[in-house]
């Protein structure tokens, strides 16, 4: 009973750390699905880490200097209690190695000894005198257990009720438990075992390298799927906690059902034909030329994710060594998690400049399932392999190259993947799409050319913002292509703040709007809020807040924290103008309370689209202390509303997506 609570604490908390700590570090990197990623690719590899010291230490000190030494490392992690993140600083480096560093920084210690309690403890069950009749490998399924139990607490039970501050005492306290029942677990072993004889040292190998390789092959390829559905996911909708973990329970329940029940993944054809129609409909589900809606794509992609990690854990289950190598066993499952995450996150952006990946893993996937789950003749195989070769070859010509597409440029940086098109019915256009998401329009037939468009275009609320406010200093926080500077004159200043590089770059080389404005614009490079830091208080008259990473709201810039900063740099006559158009959440809730709470008047502008003109349905709302301002918004368009009485408050501690998603 002891061993089986401590695995199931450690795992349970081990996973609730990984939404609860995310949930406050991402949104300052833009909160973008890559974002959510690296961290996962953290966690995994802190995975890795832990069972590489366990098989390594326990084959090299024997198990009674093994207790000594977990107990000491107990004891030292815990001066990084509680788990808290530092005052965010923008460093000079990548995103991906900042985000890391404060990972580590804020929750590396108490991690890594928790990643190493699995393979301990089921290594001191098979050296324990009263336990030689038990299975070790079944607590596998046990910590699996406990890691969903972590997962699905944090966005049922936690996120709703609790800020960030009273969750991370709660997991801090839990740990300090967890720390106490290892300690008792150790001094019961040595108490019960102190006449048998104890592991000593073995530093032999005692597998066969091939048996190592099959093991990491089996446990990268269902990684690797799990980061590819899980971007697939949340780079559409939002970094939602509930989307984050949806595939990483999926993902762990397989590995339960395969080390409780092996039965139930015995290879057989109907669990092949499964997994060829699951991967089949995957493709399908996201082919161009189908327009199906998010609720299929879900459920295509978490059912194609379930389905090929069933056969390929339960493959890995058959394949598990004798109870001695179970830490070797265990470091190969972590190493091809690893890799499978780093092949997908790391290797693919340099690789592609699309997310082709998605394509490639669920080949090789299916490339697995038929080949293993059918007898084929080698002429077939041979034509299998042909066949796919050439479908994923036109798959990489359309979505990596635009060849036999309308795209004239590809990139892909760590936050979002981009691409350019020529639209060549009338009236010609270029646009910008940022993941799967419109982020800029431009027409290039004149006159048209410099004519405000897509969400922007004089039908809508920012266009009635610019001819009542007439603003002589912008700030502009996300840049698009820069289509709000079309509504600014020779005396305006633009100040733009810009997560993403690269997003700059594309529109000054592949759109005019930058060059062509007698504005005076400057950049700024990195998040907004803390960029605005730097910044004298009451400098501009308007803040437009236009920050969309592909279809993800950075749910930082929508606080009440977040607004009383922006306010600080806001003229008393000014104005806020957010862009709240979005097909999965209704923000409008959420500026309602925070207006409420800073004493804000607040008004929003739903308008038309007109297709044969690019113009597209918008939602724009403004925040503002000058009711003067909001009597002249409605005089000058009667389009102005005030919003419905639901409100919906979000701070810096407390956000909760889920409750102003939309499903309909």
């Not at 066969?208 to 390789?213: G, H």
């Not at 806001?570 to 800073?598: C, E, F, Q, T």
């Not at 919003?643 to 102003?660: A, H, Q």
Request: proline share 5%; aromatic share 12%.
């Amino acid at each position: 009973m002891l061993y089986t609570v401590a695995i199931g604490l450690s795992a349970f908390l081990l996973f609730l750390i990984e939404p609860l700590i995310s949930k406050i570090l991402l949104p300052r990197f833009g909160g973008g699905a890559s974002i959510w990623i690296t961290s996962l690719v953290f966690f995994q590899a802190m995975l890795l880490v832990g069972y590489g010291f366990t098989h390594f230490v326990v084959r090299r000190i024997g198990l009674q200097r093994h207790m000594i030494l977990t107990a000491l490392l107990l004891a030292v992690s815990l001066v990084f209690l509680p788990v808290a993140v530092g005052n965010y600083q923008q460093l000079n480096l990548p995103p991906a190695a900042h985000l890391t560093l404060l990972l580590a920084t804020a929750i590396g210690a108490p991690y890594f000894m928790l990643s190493t309690a699995s393979p301990t403890l089921q290594y001191w069950i098979a050296n324990d005198a009263r336990l030689q009749q038990r299975n070790p490998y079944v607590l596998y399924g046990v910590s699996n257990l406990g890691s969903i139990a972590g997962l699905l607490t944090y966005p049922f039970i936690l996120e709703p009720r609790l800020g960030n501050t009273p969750q991370s005492w709660l997991w801090s306290g839990l740990y300090l438990g967890y720390v106490g029942l290892m300690v008792w677990t150790i001094a019961q072993f040595l108490l019960y075992n102190r006449s048998a004889r104890l592991a000593t040292a073995d530093t032999r190998l005692n597998l066969a390298s091939n048996l190592r390789v099959r093991w990491i092959f089996q446990a990268m390829v269902p990684s690797a799927l799990l980061i590819v559905v899980t971007h697939y996911l949340t780079l559409d909708v939002v970094n939602l906690p509930l989307l984050w973990i949806a595939p990483l329970i999926l993902y762990l329940l397989s590995f339960v059902i395969c080390f409780f029940f092996p039965a139930v993944s015995t290879p057989r054809p109907i669990r092949s034909l499964l997994g060829v129609l699951a991967i089949l409909s995957l493709f399908v589900a996201n082919h161009e030329n189908f327009e199906f809606g998010f609720e299929v794509k879900l459920t295509a992609g978490l059912t194609c994710l379930f389905i090929i990690c069933m056969i390929f854990h339960g493959d890995l289950e058959r394949n598990k060594p004798n109870k001695r190598d179970l830490t070797d066993f265990y470091l190969q499952i972590a190493a091809g998690g690893v890799l499978g995450s780093l092949l997908t996150t790391m290797v693919a952006p340099l690789i592609f400049k699309s997310l082709f990946e998605f394509y490639v893993v669920p080949m090789v996937a299916l490339y697995y399932v038929v080949a293993t789950g059918f007898v084929l003749r080698p002429r077939l195989k041979q034509t299998l392999i042909a066949s796919m070769l050439v479908a994923t070859f036109v798959a990489w010509l359309r979505r990596d190259t635009g060849y036999m597409s309308d795209a004239i440029y590809r990139a892909r940086s760590f936050y979002s993947t981009y691409t350019v098109e020529q639209l060549n019915t009338p009236p010609r256009a270029r646009r910008l799409e940022a993941g799967t998401h419109i982020h800029g329009l431009q027409l290039i037939d004149h006159p048209y050319a410099h004519l405000p468009v897509s969400y922007y275009h004089t039908g809508t609320g920012i266009s009635n913002i610019y001819k009542v406010l007439k603003p002589s200093s912008t700030a502009l926080v996300g840049l698009g292509i820069g289509t709000v500077i079309e509504y600014g004159d020779a005396h305006e200043k633009f100040d733009v703040y810009e997560l993403d590089p690269m997003v700059i770059d594309i529109a000054k080389h592949y759109f005019t709007i930058l060059s062509h404005t007698k504005s005076h614009v400057r950049f700024y490079v990195g998040d907004a809020r803390v960029q605005l830091r730097e910044h004298p208080r009451n400098k501009y008259d308007l803040v437009v807040l236009d920050a969309f990473n592909s279809g993800s709201i950075p749910t930082h810039l929508v606080t009440e924290e977040a607004l009383e900063e922006i306010f600080d740099h806001v003229k008393m006559h000014g104005a806020v103008a957010y862009h709240i158009s979005n097909r999965r959440i209704d923000l409008l809730p959420v500026l309602n309370a925070i207006a409420s709470r800073l004493d804000l008047a607040i008004l929003y502008d739903d308008s038309t689209d007109d297709k044969d003109m690019r113009e597209y349905a918008a939602r724009w709302a403004v925040l503002t202390r000058d009711r003067t301002l909001i009597a002249k918004l409605q005089h000058e368009d009667f389009g102005w509303q005030r919003p419905p009485p639901r409100k919906v408050l979000w701070t810096d501690e407390l956000s909760d997506i889920w409750s102003v998603m939309r499903w309909d």
